[in-house]
């Protein structure tokens, strides 16, 4: 499946309160072929914001009020990650 599709798909489960299935559609996105070529990845910097918002509405959804562990480690990183890759 194309990588517009399954961001699209992630973005719907989120919408449906389901961040588990977006997380697991977010992991099906590929490279392009001609990454190595591209200054920024969209497709890469969509997905880090997508895994953010998932594993944010993850832990609200435990009833965590502020992510804690893991989830708030791999949020914290997916949020640096795209800032990084906009220069910010």
Not at 15 to 40: C, F, G, H, V, Y
């Given at each position: 499946?194309?990588?517009?599709?399954?961001?699209?798909?992630?973005?719907?489960?989120?919408?449906?309160?389901?961040?588990?299935?977006?997380?697991?559609?977010?992991?099906?996105?590929?490279?392009?072929?001609n990454a190595?070529?591209?200054?920024?990845?969209?497709?890469?910097?969509?997905?880090?914001?997508?895994?953010?918002?998932?594993?944010?509405?993850?832990?609200?959804?435990?009833?965590?009020?502020?992510?804690?562990?893991?989830?708030?480690?791999?949020?914290?990183?997916?949020?640096a990650f795209?800032?990084?890759?906009?220069?910010?």
């Amino acid at each position: 499946m194309s990588n517009p599709y399954l961001l699209k798909q992630a973005r719907l489960a989120l919408a449906m309160d389901n961040p588990r299935l977006a997380i697991e559609e977010l992991q099906k996105i590929t490279p392009p072929s001609n990454a190595a070529r591209l200054p920024i990845l969209l497709d890469d910097a969509n997905l880090k914001i997508a895994l953010a918002q998932a594993y944010l509405q993850e832990a609200s959804e435990r009833g965590i009020g502020v992510c804690t562990g893991g989830t708030r480690d791999r949020a914290t990183f997916a949020i640096a990650f795209v800032l990084s890759a906009f220069g910010s």
